[in-house]
């Protein structure tokens, strides 16, 4: 009974990691065994090597000072290597109820040993604890990246506690040591999503803001949602090994729906094929709208730009075709408010096509041209991509396993969008075939060839053609009319809130410039009432950071801000986790705060030139609007 428990509690955090529980037989290598205490609390010993978890005298009490003895001046976050008998974890929320725990388990025996002598729900239902392992520890890189990429963790990641069981990692070395390399790939991945420039940021804002007009007039990917549920999806992608299945694609566009990133639509034109019913694009850079330059109305008839706003406006204008707005999970978005249909995308017009596949309900999602790969050549495209091949030098270049073969040459970039890939398809309920006959393995997709997977998923017609039309619904002239004024009041109220923005943090500067002079007139020693007026600054200068917790600030202000605004507090968390309170340890942190305040003040400025910009475009757009309805 207790193992039912724990085990359907699992499935519902992760399933894949139950299911290999559950599949797993009992050997008899793991014993529970009652200890000395009075309560007989037990201790767990592994009989392949003779070792005991804790002791026979008082198990708990092992676990217990092994996590008291640990400085955990900052106990937010922390990785356990190793399960036990679930000691260590339940002493550290004991110490820490607000901590958040990765747990992995090498050994899928042990937790089922565990499982069914020990009742584990409140760890296992806790929304603050995920478990992963007891599998190849790359097919838990979607669970590992998930972990570290939950808001409330991201300002701790450089402040993790590594919490090692000790026999497990005496037991399982290797394994442990490879998974804090899957922590230290998942978290630089999370660094990556956020970005490393908030002036990269400002440009996705920026074209946002200039492109309401066209977000107003276009439909939107949410009217699509599920419509071709159990249908065959195709992602074009323009890699290598397109050259080898292209030709497939003929005759399968109403019996398939098929979604093309933006690079392989003059590929499709170069082998005389019919357009994709639908092309992503998101690269928020000029270069992606000449991708579109010379295709004509009939090169994209039926044809749909599914692209995300962040685009820059003449990638629409280049395109000739329809539009149908996508909207990224962005704050951004959410701020606008237009119901269009938000998406989790990653960073590829890739990774957007089989995202949208997915929105729309396809299953199976099959893959070409997705070689995330450079042949052994250094050819980095298809033929008739409109850049032709990159130029590319070995040191270019890291080694990735391939589909077919052991190792294949990619670049940085490729292994960011393959590792998106995995995230992706570990929470996609369908199958994700990789027909792409070259190039990376992505893991959690079924290879095989093109033609393979069309005489198997691909056989009857779904007219999708007449499908997409059918349900894109006609935007009301009063409904547009609503968006620009209601769009309207959302840039003035912006604009107001950047200046109090700004005003909060010229206040914290000058608190911090009053501790500078406290602690420089004591020599960092302040006694008495100079001891006293600084704590009560330096409080006033950590407390601030408390008043962008707000929903203004995250919706108006944090995409463009995060990579800065969550650096900074990573840097402050990490030299509290690292050194204990002191006024020593104040002067780090009071230079990482007047970096925070500073660069916030002056980067909010930039954007409210950019409000400023969006009012006067929308008022005139306003006017044009009206003088539209009156023709």
Same mark, same amino acid.
């Given at each position: 009974?207790?193992?039912?428990?724990?085990?359907?509690?699992?499935?519902?955090?992760?399933?894949?990691?139950?299911?290999?529980?559950?599949?797993?037989?009992?050997?008899?290598?793991?014993?529970?065994?009652?200890?000395?205490?009075?309560?007989?609390?037990?201790?767990?010993?592994?009989?392949?090597?003779?070792?005991?978890?804790?002791?026979?005298?008082?198990?708990?009490?092992?676990?217990?000072?092994?996590?008291?003895?640990?400085?955990?001046?900052?106990?937010?976050?922390?990785?356990?290597?190793?399960?036990?008998?679930?000691?260590?974890?339940?002493?550290?929320?004991?110490?820490?109820?607000?901590?958040?725990?990765?747990?992995?388990?090498?050994?899928?025996?042990?937790?089922?040993?565990?499982?069914?002598?020990?009742?584990?729900?409140?760890?296992?239902?806790?929304?603050?604890?995920?478990?992963?392992?007891?599998?190849?520890?790359?097919?838990?890189?979607?669970?590992?990246?998930?972990?570290?990429?939950?808001?409330?963790?991201?300002?701790?990641?450089?402040?993790?506690?590594?919490?090692?069981?000790?026999?497990?990692?005496?037991?399982?070395?290797?394994?442990?040591?490879?998974?804090?390399?899957?922590?230290?790939?998942?978290?630089?991945?999370?660094?990556?999503?956020?970005?490393?420039?908030?002036?990269?940021?400002?440009?996705?804002?920026?074209?946002?803001?200039?492109?309401?007009?066209?977000?107003?007039?276009?439909?939107?990917?949410?009217?699509?949602?599920?419509?071709?549920?159990?249908?065959?999806?195709?992602?074009?992608?323009?890699?290598?090994?397109?050259?080898?299945?292209?030709?497939?694609?003929?005759?399968?566009?109403?019996?398939?729906?098929?979604?093309?990133?933006?690079?392989?639509?003059?590929?499709?034109?170069?082998?005389?094929?019919?357009?994709?019913?639908?092309?992503?694009?998101?690269?928020?850079?000029?270069?992606?709208?000449?991708?579109?330059?010379?295709?004509?109305?009939?090169?994209?008839?039926?044809?749909?730009?599914?692209?995300?706003?962040?685009?820059?406006?003449?990638?629409?204008?280049?395109?000739?075709?329809?539009?149908?707005?996508?909207?990224?999970?962005?704050?951004?978005?959410?701020?606008?408010?237009?119901?269009?249909?938000?998406?989790?995308?990653?960073?590829?017009?890739?990774?957007?096509?089989?995202?949208?596949?997915?929105?729309?309900?396809?299953?199976?999602?099959?893959?070409?041209?997705?070689?995330?790969?450079?042949?052994?050549?250094?050819?980095?495209?298809?033929?008739?991509?409109?850049?032709?091949?990159?130029?590319?030098?070995?040191?270019?270049?890291?080694?990735?396993?391939?589909?077919?073969?052991?190792?294949?040459?990619?670049?940085?970039?490729?292994?960011?969008?393959?590792?998106?890939?995995?995230?992706?398809?570990?929470?996609?309920?369908?199958?994700?075939?990789?027909?792409?006959?070259?190039?990376?393995?992505?893991?959690?997709?079924?290879?095989?060839?093109?033609?393979?997977?069309?005489? =198997? +998923?691909?056989?009857?017609?779904?007219?999708?053609? $007449?499908? #997409? *039309? %059918?349900? !894109?619904?006609?935007?009301?002239?009063?409904?547009?009319?609503?968006?620009?004024?209601?769009?309207?009041?959302?840039?003035?109220?912006?604009?107001?809130?950047?200046?109090?923005?700004?005003?909060?943090?010229?206040?914290?500067?000058?608190?911090?410039?009053?501790?500078?002079?406290?602690?420089?007139?004591?020599?960092?020693?302040?006694?008495?009432?100079?001891?006293?007026?600084?704590?009560?600054?330096?409080?006033?200068?950590?407390?601030?950071?408390?008043?962008?917790?707000?929903?203004?600030?995250?919706?108006?202000?944090?995409?463009?801000?995060?990579?800065?605004?969550?650096?900074?507090?990573?840097?402050?968390?990490?030299?509290?986790?690292?050194?204990?309170?002191?006024?020593?340890?104040?002067?780090?942190?009071?230079? =990482? +705060?007047?970096?925070?305040?500073?660069?916030?003040? $002056?980067? #909010? *400025? %930039?954007? !409210?030139?950019?409000?400023?910009?969006?009012?006067?475009?929308?008022?005139?757009?306003?006017?044009?609007?009206?003088?539209?309805?009156?023709?």
């Amino acid at each position: 009974m207790l193992y039912k428990k724990n085990i359907e509690a699992l499935a519902k955090r992760n399933p894949r990691l139950a299911q290999i529980i559950d599949n797993t037989q009992l050997t008899g290598r793991y014993v529970v065994a009652p200890s000395q205490r009075k309560d007989k609390l037990p201790s767990l010993i592994d009989i392949k090597f003779n070792k005991n978890f804790y002791n026979n005298i008082d198990p708990y009490r092992v676990a217990e000072q092994d996590i008291k003895q640990r400085k955990l001046n900052v106990p937010d976050l922390a990785v356990f290597l190793g399960f036990g008998l679930s000691y260590e974890a339940c002493e550290y929320i004991r110490q820490c109820p607000r901590a958040r725990l990765l747990i992995i388990e090498r050994d899928p025996e042990l937790l089922k040993t565990v499982f069914s002598t020990h009742n584990c729900l409140d760890l296992i239902n806790s929304s603050n604890v995920f478990f992963a392992g007891c599998e190849d520890i790359r097919m838990s890189y979607p669970v590992i990246f998930n972990f570290f990429n939950m808001t409330a963790n991201m300002y701790f990641l450089k402040a993790i506690n590594v919490i090692e069981q000790p026999v497990s990692f005496a037991v399982n070395k290797d394994y442990y040591l490879n998974s804090l390399q899957m922590v230290k790939e998942a978290i630089n991945q999370v660094l990556l999503l956020y970005g490393n420039d908030p002036y990269d940021s400002l440009l996705g804002i920026k074209f946002t803001l200039r492109n309401i007009a066209t977000i107003i007039d276009y439909r939107g990917i949410a009217d699509l949602k599920d419509v071709f549920k159990g249908k065959p999806g195709i992602v074009v992608a323009s890699g290598p090994s397109l050259d080898k299945n292209v030709k497939l694609l003929e005759g399968l566009r109403e019996k398939a729906v098929i979604c093309a990133a933006d690079g392989s639509v003059k590929i499709l034109k170069h082998h005389n094929l019919p357009p994709a019913h639908f092309v992503t694009s998101l690269e928020r850079v000029i270069a992606t709208s000449y991708l579109f330059e010379g295709l004509t109305e009939e090169d994209v008839k039926d044809s749909y730009l599914a692209a995300c706003p962040v685009v820059v406006p003449e990638t629409y204008a280049n395109f000739p075709g329809e539009k149908i707005i996508v909207f990224r999970k962005f704050a951004t978005f959410e701020w606008l408010d237009i119901k269009k249909g938000i998406l989790d995308i990653g960073p590829s017009a890739g990774n957007m096509a089989f995202k949208v596949l997915e929105y729309l309900g396809c299953d199976p999602i099959i893959m070409i041209g997705q070689d995330l790969a450079i042949t052994d050549d250094l050819v980095t495209h298809a033929a008739g991509f409109h850049y032709g091949s990159d130029k590319l030098t070995e040191k270019d270049l890291i080694e990735v396993e391939g589909n077919y073969q052991e190792r294949v040459k990619t670049r940085p970039v490729y292994k960011q969008f393959l590792l998106h890939y995995e995230r992706d398809i570990a929470t996609y309920q369908g199958t994700a075939i990789n027909a792409t006959e070259g190039g990376a393995k992505i893991h959690g997709t079924q290879i095989m060839t093109f033609k393979e997977a069309i005489d =198997k +998923y691909i056989k009857e017609d779904i007219n999708t053609t $007449s499908e #997409i *039309k %059918k349900h !894109l619904k006609q935007i009301k002239h009063k409904e547009k009319e609503r968006q620009i004024k209601e769009t309207l009041k959302k840039l003035y109220h912006a604009k107001d809130f950047c200046n109090k923005t700004i005003d909060i943090c010229n206040e914290s500067l000058e608190k911090c410039a009053v501790v500078e002079e406290i602690l420089r007139c004591t020599d960092v020693a302040p006694k008495g009432e100079d001891y006293t007026a600084y704590k009560a600054n330096m409080k006033i200068v950590e407390d601030t950071v408390q008043k962008f917790a707000t929903n203004d600030f995250y919706l108006i202000l944090m995409h463009y801000v995060q990579s800065i605004y969550i650096k900074v507090v990573q840097d402050i968390n990490s030299i509290k986790h690292k050194q204990s309170d002191s006024p020593e340890r104040d002067v780090l942190l009071l230079l =990482k +705060y007047k970096e925070l305040y500073s660069v916030l003040g $002056s980067l #909010i *400025k %930039k954007l !409210l030139e950019e409000f400023d910009i969006s009012i006067e475009i929308m008022e005139k757009f306003k006017v044009e609007f009206t003088e539209r309805k009156v023709k």
